[in-house]
Nanobody
């Protein structure tokens, strides 16, 4: 049984920083690419993947809106990935999730069955 646990969210002022953690058990953590996702509040907002890190951490990709501000990393010995968020903006307000890619170790295929946790809420005030 796959279990996903995100933590580290909270309320922060614009320009501040937070570090999110995500621990996943029940699968071969070191064999999977991992992604951070977020879903902004309000109807019609879909969950979007904001970063992806390969199994070794050697390849990392991020969406343009967080490049230069968010840093994704992982520690396979702890089955944990991290999202260091700097220079936070009000538009970063969202529920943040992590997930193991269902099929790939190198990239985020976004295909197959995902296992989701409860997420961790990040609120950035202006």
């Amino acid at each position: 049984q796959v279990q996903v646990q995100e933590s580290g969210g909270g309320l922060v002022q614009a320009g501040g920083s937070l570090r999110l953690s995500c621990t996943i058990s029940g699968l071969n953590f070191g064999d999977r690419a991992m992604g951070w996702w977020r879903q902004a509040p309000g109807p019609g907002n879909e969950r979007e993947r904001i970063s992806c890190i390969s199994w070794s951490g050697g390849m990392i990709s991020s969406i343009d809106s967080v490049k230069g501000r968010f840093i994704t990393s992982r520690d396979n010995s702890k089955n944990t990935i991290y999202l260091q968020m700097n220079d936070l903006k009000p538009e970063d307000t969202a529920m943040y999730f992590c997930a193991a890619d269902p099929i790939s170790a190198l990239y985020c295929s976004d295909s197959g069955e995902f296992h989701w946790g409860q997420g961790t809420l990040v609120t950035v005030s202006s």
